[in-house]
């Protein structure tokens, strides 16, 4: 199995601070920050999660944060379930997007990075890649500092949050995509960033609830995958692989299906374009399982999925070690889909061999 999204995480945002120069240094040790000290910059979140994103069995036995401790995420989720690859997605990172200061933003980008870098792809476990975390708000620092990771080997895929100022087919993002596709690498975007200056993530105005908003994020998926069709980034960038993580998957079938019916009436706006939209989507767009719908008829989901063609265009993942982790035993999807599902997807969009087996057991 290959699981595209594990989210390691710091102890304490402190850990950063060694990789920041030091006038931003400065801002962190001694400005404010929602938390305390020890939490990472960010602007506050309008909805709190009412029992706690992490999962509470995920505590490792010493304290601290869950997926901080390499050897605790191994014994729960590597070894557990004999991962092949974990593709790291961070925790607290895409909190990056909610800042207004792009250039510190882009600071705290290369702090994670650097942090990434020493703290997880030096521990020698080969199993584990890595996501270039940048900063959105800043196109032009988000494509310098995707060019400066771009030779390292442990990392697969530029990482952003959903919770953008604007959908990411927008020019504007223009410069993420040259470097992006330069560099051979997927543009990922996680749910999430919500708050500070994307503080309306849903399309009618912020929900009261956390359940609420937590199912109604979707629409950021939504609001990405037109913009990037309509934008014509997969004609400009015919390389380009845009992959949503947590995003859901059920709402794609019936969006594209809307995209096609207007594409063939309204065509004329975007001449740029040369196929249907769902044809673009095929071919350009990936979907993370985690969190995959579970209607009360599963052939529902399985029909919806067959749409667009899941068995091609799903990346298996957990989540580890949030709240709503799927266990990769218990995932419903189709038996003839699950091997290309559940590692072979992942293996063709990031470019990675097919591992010898080691024994079970965690590196020191």
Not at 40 to 49: E, M, S, T, V
Not at 336 to 363: D, F, K
Request: aromatic share 10%.
């Amino acid at each position: 199995m290959i699981d595209c999204d594990v989210h390691n995480a710091w102890a304490s945002s402190r850990e950063l601070h060694p990789y920041l120069d030091p006038y931003h240094r400065d801002a962190v040790e001694r400005g404010e920050l929602p938390g305390g000290r020890d939490s990472f910059p960010h602007a506050h979140r309008p909805w709190l999660h009412p029992e706690g994103f992490e999962r509470a069995d995920a505590v490792p036995p010493s304290g601290g944060t869950p997926g901080s401790d390499y050897g605790f995420m191994c014994e729960q989720l590597l070894d557990r379930y004999d991962i092949e690859y974990a593709i790291l997605t961070g925790d607290e990172a895409i909190e990056i997007s909610t800042l207004a200061n792009p250039y510190l933003a882009s600071a705290l980008a290369r702090a994670v990075n650097d942090w990434t870098v020493e703290r997880w792809l030096s521990l020698g476990d080969d199993r584990l890649r890595a996501s270039v975390v940048v900063a959105p708000q800043d196109p032009q620092g988000a494509a310098a500092e995707i060019r400066r990771l771009a030779g390292h080997p442990g990392f697969v895929q530029v990482l952003v949050s959903s919770g953008s100022t604007r959908p990411y087919g927008d020019p504007f993002y223009g410069p993420i995509w040259d470097a992006a596709t330069e560099a051979g690498l997927p543009f990922a975007v996680h749910l999430g960033g919500q708050g500070g200056l994307n503080a309306h993530p849903v399309g009618c105005g912020p929900p009261t609830f956390f359940w609420e908003l937590h199912a109604l994020l979707m629409e950021t998926g939504m609001g990405h995958v037109a913009s990037t069709i309509a934008h014509g980034v997969f004609e400009r960038w015919p390389g380009a692989r845009l992959v949503l993580i947590e995003c859901g998957v059920a709402w794609l079938p019936a969006l594209l299906w809307r995209l096609d019916a207007d594409y063939k009436a309204l065509r004329k706006e975007t001449p740029w374009l040369t196929r249907l939209p769902s044809e673009y989507a095929r071919e350009h767009i990936r979907l993370s399982t985690q969190p995959l719908e579970d209607p009360p008829e599963r052939e529902h989901l399985y029909a919806a999925l067959e749409a667009i063609d899941g068995e091609h265009t799903l990346l298996f993942a957990t989540d580890y070690p949030h709240w709503d982790f799927d266990n990769p035993e218990l995932i419903h999807l189709p038996h003839a889909w699950r091997e290309r599902v559940m590692s072979e997807n992942a293996r063709e969009l990031y470019g990675l061999p097919r591992r010898t087996p080691v024994p079970t057991g965690t590196l020191s």
